[in-house]
C-alpha cells in the first residue's frame, strides 16, 4: 500500500487555492500499481455476493470498471446531470456555494441485488452521500459497502455517510 500511496500526486492549490489535490494519474500509468490496486479491492470483496459495481463519475468509473471486471460482475455510472440517456432518477445536494446533483438510470438495478459503491477520493462526502440516497430512495438493493482508493480523514466525510461499512485503501 506505501508503494500505491507513493505514486499518487498531490498537487496544491488545485483547482483553487487552498486545495492540495490528489493526483492519481501516476498510479493509473503504472500497470503494476494500478493491478496491485484493483487486486486489494477485488481481494476484499470476492465470494461476498456483489452484483455490481457502482462508479461516481469520472474517476470513480476507472476503479469501478476495472473492479467489475476482475470480480465478473457488472459495474453501473452514477453520473452529473444531462449525461445519460435513458430514463434517471436525480439527487441534489449542497455545495459550499450552491447545489450539484447526482443522476443514475432508472433500470440500474434489479431488487434484491448486492451493491458495492466505489470512488476515487472521499473528501466532504457530499457525492457519496447523494449517490447512496439516490440508490436507496429508489431501488430495493442492499449497499454492501462504500469503498474509496483514500480518504482525506480531517474532513470527516464518514460523518456525512449512512450507517454502513466504509473502507479506504489509504488515508491521509
Ligand atoms: P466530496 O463530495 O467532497 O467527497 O468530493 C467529491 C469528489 O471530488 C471526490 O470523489 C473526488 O473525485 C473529488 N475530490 C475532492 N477532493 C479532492 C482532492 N483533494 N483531490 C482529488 N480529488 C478530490
Redesign the pocket.
Known amino acids: 500500500m506505501e508503494q500505491i500511496k507513493a505514486a499518487i500526486r498531490t498537487i496544491p492549490d488545485f483547482p483553487t487555492p487552498g486545495?492540495?489535490?490528489?493526483?492519481i494519474t501516476p498510479l493509473l500509468a503504472d500497470g503494476k500499481l494500478f493491478g496491485q490496486t484493483i487486486e486489494a479491492f477485488k481481494e476484499r470483496h470476492t465470494g461476498k455476493g456483489i452484483d455490481v459495481v457502482v462508479g461516481?463519475e469520472a474517476?470513480?468509473f476507472i476503479f469501478a470498471s476495472a473492479l467489475a471486471y476482475a470480480l465478473g460482475v457488472g459495474t453501473c455510472l452514477v453520473r452529473k446531470p444531462g449525461k445519460l440517456p435513458h430514463t434517471v432518477h436525480r439527487q441534489t445536494y449542497e455545495l459550499e456555494y450552491g447545489t450539484d446533483a447526482v443522476e443514475i438510470h432508472a433500470d440500474a438495478f434489479r431488487p434484491g441485488q448486492k451493491i458495492l459503491v466505489l470512488?476515487?477520493?472521499?473528501?466532504?462526502?457530499?457525492?457519496?452521500a447523494a449517490t447512496v440516497a439516490l440508490i436507496q430512495n429508489h431501488f430495493e438493493v442492499e449497499i454492501a459497502e462504500i469503498d474509496f482508493l483514500m480518504e482525506?480523514t480531517f474532513?470527516n466525510?464518514r460523518n456525512k455517510l449512512p450507517n454502513l461499512p466504509i473502507h479506504a485503501l489509504i488515508q491521509y
Do not use: S
Open positions: 486545495i492540495q489535490f490528489k493526483d461516481i474517476r470513480g470512488d476515487d477520493v472521499l473528501a466532504t462526502g457530499g457525492t457519496v482525506l474532513l466525510g
